[in-house]
């Protein structure tokens, strides 16, 4: 009986300390979901950086008036008389981009580089006697301009005898290795998910597991696009537009697909909240109506205030903004198109020109652990890599501006090396010896530009509403655009 008891009581010590350690793991386990929240790699992180590029549709299509060329056209077709890759960079570089991507190949299957593996390229037409290579002079002309380089290598191919068939895959991984060994480091690599019929009427399976293997070997700091990334995501519409204020960088792809499988074009635009990825949205969108250069759409090209409203809406709305403006027959740049590019440059560099919070005091009362009301610089100092941790029931960051300014426009960055959070925010202003809301807005991520009118005040308040985890904010910038 005495045994009993005691082995009782023994069972009940040790039952009691395996269910504190049940609870102490389950907590654990808690916790380290919390903590795995997804962050960007490296390369997304620089990618964030790089914001704004340009996108060059350049080929058969140019010289024959059609959006999908059908791959039977003849070599020849393709004869730019005055192709000038210098004028193209300088023009990117004049509208403000970082950056730039080519259709290498589009859908009609022909290569704009000599390629080994297909008969369709710039080596088969009449073009600098068979010997250029666009990709080559268009290099060049990046690294020399300081420009990144990108390619987009279209897997439907209307040309290729073998497309429709297993080995097709082999063709395409050659052909992207030849790509991504030959023209330097790419920063893009972008892939759509058209999945048409080739020569012989079949549709390919693409084995995009190998491609995507293939392009994190040879080219580790490429960013790869497609409609669920892994690198960068389509934002669900060609407008170029986030379309409502919320933008999560985070997405769940687990049994969707490229193509006719992806996600709601909705849930690609704004991002799927507690997604499982780190997928951020490229808004993809042409200065003109079509994707290539058509000479009756010379007066269609958008204005720079066009271009400027696509810019607040994508890279003002934390998304990296991929403008199309296509090479015409000389393969140059037209006139009209460069002409609203270098405005809608010089409008951009005008109004980030001149930050009016810029070294200003921040003050955070309240939100420090240590209550000291200390001026934060971190805020203010212009440095993307300083950031300042907002704790759950702050009462805002104050920015005193010195004196009395006038500022129409605010940029926010939240510290996403960290991860996403802010899930809602607003804006104040001091005026008449009381704080009035004058904005109000849902995500951040890696920028947000808010536009309102004119208010004079020195000082202004952000104060966080609602986030995932406690936020970090690396930089309040204040503008009068
Ligand atoms: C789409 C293509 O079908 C269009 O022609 C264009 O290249 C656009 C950027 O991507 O998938």
New binding site residues.
């Given amino acids: 009986m005495l045994y009993s008891k005691k082995c009782l009581s023994t069972l009940l010590f040790f039952g009691k300390r395996m269910l504190v350690s049940l609870v102490f793991l389950q907590a654990m386990f808690a916790l380290s979901a919390q903590t795995t929240m997804p962050v960007p790699t490296p390369q997304q992180l620089t990618w964030h950086d790089t914001e704004f590029y340009l996108?060059f549709?350049f080929g058969p299509n140019t010289f024959t008036n059609v959006?999908?060329g059908h791959g039977t056209e003849t070599e020849d077709i393709f004869n730019p008389t005055d192709l000038d890759c210098e004028q193209w960079c300088r023009v990117a570089k004049q509208a403000g981009a970082r950056g730039i991507v080519i259709?290498a190949k589009?859908?009609d299957g022909f290569c704009l580089w000599p390629s080994k593996y297909s008969k369709h390229t710039v080596r088969e037409s009449k073009w600098r006697d068979g010997k250029g290579d666009v990709l080559r002079e268009l290099s060049d002309a990046c690294r020399r301009n300081g420009l990144k380089f990108g390619v987009?290598l279209?897997p439907w191919d209307r040309n290729h005898p073998q497309y429709g068939t297993p080995e097709y895959n082999d063709v395409y991984v050659n052909t992207l290795t030849e790509l991504l060994t030959n023209y330097g480091e790419l920063f893009e690599i972008w892939w759509?998910?058209?999945n048409g019929e080739g020569p012989n009427g079949k549709k390919q399976v693409y084995d995009f597991h190998r491609f995507e293997e293939l392009a994190a070997r040879l080219q580790p700091n490429a960013v790869v696009f497609s409609d669920i990334g892994p690198g960068c995501r389509w934002v669900g519409n060609?407008r170029g537009l986030i379309l409502t204020e919320t933008n999560w960088c985070t997405l769940d792809t687990a049994g969707f697909q490229r193509g006719l499988g992806a996600p709601h074009n909705d849930t690609l635009n704004r991002g799927n909240e507690n997604g499982a990825h780190w997928i951020p949205a490229e808004c993809?969108v042409s200065i003109r109506p079509g994707?290539f250069y058509h000479q009756e759409e010379d007066n269609k090209v958008k204005t720079p205030d066009q271009l400027w409203d696509i810019y607040v809406h994508s890279v003002g709305r934390g998304a990296n903004l991929i403008l199309?403006v296509p090479p015409d027959r000389r393969g140059r740049i037209h006139e009209n198109d460069s002409l609203s590019l270098l405005a809608f440059g010089e409008k951009v560099r005008g109004a980030f020109q001149h930050n009016l919070a810029a070294g200003k005091k921040a003050i955070m009362p309240e939100i420090r652990a240590d209550n000291s009301k200390k001026q934060n610089s971190y805020l203010l100092d212009g440095d993307r890599s300083t950031s300042e941790k907002i704790t759950p029931g702050n009462k805002g960051i104050q920015i005193d501006l010195g004196k009395k300014q006038v500022f129409n426009a605010i940029l926010l960055r939240e510290a996403i090396a960290e991860g996403q959070n802010i899930q809602a925010f607003k804006v104040e202003v001091w005026e008449n010896g009381k704080w009035h809301e004058i904005a109000r807005s849902t995500t951040i991520g890696a920028r947000k530009i808010l536009c309102f009118p004119e208010h004079k005040s020195r000082k202004i308040r952000i104060t966080v509403e609602a986030s995932k985890k406690a936020p970090a904010l690396s930089e309040v910038e204040v503008y009068k655009i």
């Fill in positions: 996108f549709h959006e999908w259709t589009h859908h987009y279209s759509d998910g058209a060609e993809d994707w199309n």
